[in-house]
C-alpha cells in the first residue's frame, strides 16, 4: 500500500518535473503566473487557424477570455499576450499581488516574444499558467488517493435507516 502511493507520488513527480523541464526549454524560463490573484480572468491564449473568420491557413493567437481579455486575434503572440497582461489587471484580487502579477506577466511574454506561425508561444505561456495548479491539484490527488487506499465502507445494521442525520455513522476509517 505505501509502496504504490511511493510508486504514484513518483510518477506524478516525474510528469511534473518533465514538464516543468519543458518550460524552461520553450524560453519562459521557470516564470509562472498564479491564476488565483486574477479570480475574474482566464488567462490561457490560444493558437489555431481561421480565428473571427480569417482563411483556414492563416494562424493566429487569441485569448481564451473572450469577455474580460478581449483582443480579436494576431499573428504575433506577444500582441496578444501584452494586451491580456494589462487587461488582468481588472481581475479582481489584491493590488499587490495584481501589480506583482503584472509585471511577471510582461516578463513571460518578452521572454516568448512573437513566436509568429507556430503555437509554439501559446504553448509555453499555457504551461506557465498551469504548472501552479498542477501542483494545486497534485496535492489534492495524492491526499485522495492515500485516503481511498485506507479507507472501507462498512455496511449499516439492517434496522439502521441511512437519513441526513445519521449517515456518517455508516462509514469508518480503518
Not at 518535473?17 to 524552461?24: E, G, K
Not at 485522495?144 to 437519513?163: D, E, G, S
Request: charged share 15%.
Amino acid at each position: 500500500m505505501i509502496s504504490d502511493f511511493i510508486q504514484l507520488f513518483g510518477l506524478l513527480f516525474l510528469v511534473s518535473s518533465s514538464q516543468f523541464t519543458q518550460i524552461q526549454a520553450q524560453g519562459c524560463k521557470g516564470v509562472t503566473l498564479e491564476r488565483s490573484v486574477i479570480p475574474n480572468c482566464n488567462p490561457e491564449i490560444f493558437f489555431g487557424p481561421g480565428i473571427n473568420k480569417r482563411g483556414p491557413n492563416e494562424f493566429t493567437f487569441a485569448p481564451n477570455d473572450t469577455k474580460t481579455l478581449d483582443h480579436g486575434e494576431a499573428f504575433a503572440f506577444n500582441i496578444i499576450a501584452e494586451s491580456s497582461c494589462d487587461k488582468m489587471r481588472n481581475c479582481g484580487g489584491s493590488k499587490n499581488l495584481i501589480e506583482a502579477f503584472h509585471k511577471k506577466c510582461k516578463g513571460l511574454s518578452g521572454a516568448i516574444g512573437g513566436s509568429k506561425k507556430d503555437g509554439a508561444g501559446a504553448d509555453c505561456w499555457n504551461a506557465a499558467v498551469r504548472y501552479l495548479n498542477l501542483f494545486c491539484c497534485l496535492a489534492i490527488l495524492m491526499n485522495a488517493y492515500f485516503m481511498l487506499r485506507n479507507y472501507h465502507a462498512t455496511p449499516p445494521p439492517p434496522p439502521v435507516k441511512i437519513t441526513q442525520n445519521n449517515w456518517y455513522k455508516v462509514w469508518s476509517y480503518n
